[in-house]
DNA sequence: AAGACTATTGTTAGCGC
DNA sequence: CGCGCTAACAATAGTCT
């Protein structure tokens, strides 16, 4: 039942990771879906994953190929403009949470200010109720919120600086002794 | 606030369909990217939008044609296996969904039964304590739920009978006349 | 137009079968 | 192994700025 936040790295428990993808995988399909409809667009997606002998292709193997004369009819100097790389997509997704960060820091500061002049000058009715043991449990959420951040920041931050495709997709074919050993592993 | 559940089909008004487009890629990139990095595969998308004169392509356009490179590579009879076209994904859908309608379907008639037991045997202490109006909205409920799986089914029926792309997506150029035009729908 | 916000709906991790 | 379930988490439609 989602216990854990995710963490966004490589899945090293096969059978976990084989689960996640095909949950994840039937999630995209019907994005995808969804938003070529609702804008009358035309996408297309090709995943290669090593659950399928062959690439794994979206909407049809036409509508790929349809997709992809367009494509490639653009001059060759333009395919690379417009395009978000993926290490462009997290860099600016580590600067936003950075930003947010800071925010959150600020935020809190102004919080712990709030409270000593509550704390010190005996301020409204509604606040005087809150007990010691709930302020304190704010200043903690707080403190957890920064934490979560500065955490996923660094993971970002790792992902990109490992090599490009994370750690290498397992072997498709495996002899007998490999898959008891990889079921050794724990995640 | 998401007021509305919903409703899958092309979004006639323009400026809603824009913002709804924006929205949804970024969520399908942030998508895809999860899934590379979970499960460490290798995917690519184009995206063929009217918003961008060319197709918005991830995660890189070397990434696509890397990920080209190995679908062209295999023989073409093999290029339409594990395929799913729009088509059968959204038959499956359907399938799945007049089950889920038959189960729900099935569900109520022993809601109703069960009522009409607990009225006539005087049944529990915890049930006798439904009032006949919470009994009532719930029944409401069972039913609003078999309605909108109802409509579910009709609309993708719908879809699937229109030709492929469901509404010819916008001109990309317009004149000021269009434009002002364009302005006096309502979705 | 482009972001921020937030009530709602939608997705999915971990289980149990 | 793969499916169905459901609490917990994530995406997003509508709104306001």
Redesign the pocket.
Known sequence: ??????KLAYIKN???R???F???K???M??LS?LSI?CGIETCTIICSPYEKKPEVWPSTMGVHKTLARFRKMPESDQSKNMMSQESYLRKNIEKMEEQLKKQHKENHEKEIEQMMYQSLAGDKLIKAMTNVELNELGKLVEKNIMEIGEKIESLKKIMRTPPPPPPPPQRLRTKLQILRARQHVN
């Open positions: 039942m989602t216990r854990k936040k995710v096969d059978v976990a084989k689960a996640t095909k949950k994840r039937k999630g995209l019907k994005k969804e609702l």
